[in-house]
């Protein structure tokens, strides 16, 4: 043999190394690249998995957020129910006291001032609290009786409808004092 035909073998058994290290070289890629692949979609997976948690974060807090503000929108609110009805107690309480101790009592006008307050008291109770609508109810109480003396025609005298009066008005000044806490305190 010959130098061209050493040669000869030399490229044929050439071609079937360089095949066998390209097959080499294009496992060691493909398993480069699956490695890549696989990294990839683990930095991708931690990466949602961040994403959502701090997604979840500032939905908790945009929620603790609105439930914040809802509740002081409504003890604010609730706190303007209670002072504007207090205000009109007041004021029913205001416009018995001129019915029943007016020198001549009409008693049309002390019925008509007393469901004022009797009306009043109701609404109280809806807006309470408790010791509020209890201290109200205390003067619908009092206010009750000489009511009921003029539905029957009974028209108490003036010493007994300034009696009247000044258990009434012992009890507005508990009522203005537990309404005045309620509302400088925090409403519940």
């Not at 000869?8 to 692949?37: D, F, N, Y």
């Not at 101790?101 to 002390?110: G, H, R």
């Not at 009066?165 to 004092?177: E, G, N, P």
Request: hydrophobic share 45%; with cysteine; charged share 25%.
């Amino acid at each position: 043999m010959d130098a061209t035909g050493v040669a000869a073998i030399l490229a044929l058994t050439g071609i079937p190394v360089s095949v066998l290290v390209s097959r080499w070289q294009l496992r060691a890629a493909l398993r480069q690249a699956e490695v890549s692949h696989l990294a990839a979609l683990q930095l991708a997976a931690e990466n949602h998995r961040n994403a959502l948690e701090a997604v979840e974060v500032n939905h908790r807090n945009a929620l603790a957020l609105a439930r914040r503000q809802a509740e002081a929108e409504r003890i604010r609110w609730l706190t303007e129910a209670r002072r504007s009805e207090y205000r009109l107690f007041e004021s029913a309480l205001a416009q018995y006291r001129r019915a029943l101790m007016a020198p001549e009592p009409l008693a049309e006008d002390v019925i008509a001032a007393f469901d004022e307050v009797h009306h009043s008291v109701n609404h109280i109770h809806a807006v309470g609290p408790e010791e509020v609508s209890r201290s109200a109810s205390s003067i619908l109480g009092e206010c009750r009786q000489p009511a009921i003396d003029y539905q029957m025609g009974r028209a108490p005298d003036a010493e007994r409808r300034e009696e009247c009066w000044a258990r009434i008005r012992t009890l507005r000044r508990d009522f203005h004092d537990e309404a005045k806490t309620v509302l400088e305190g925090a409403p519940s």
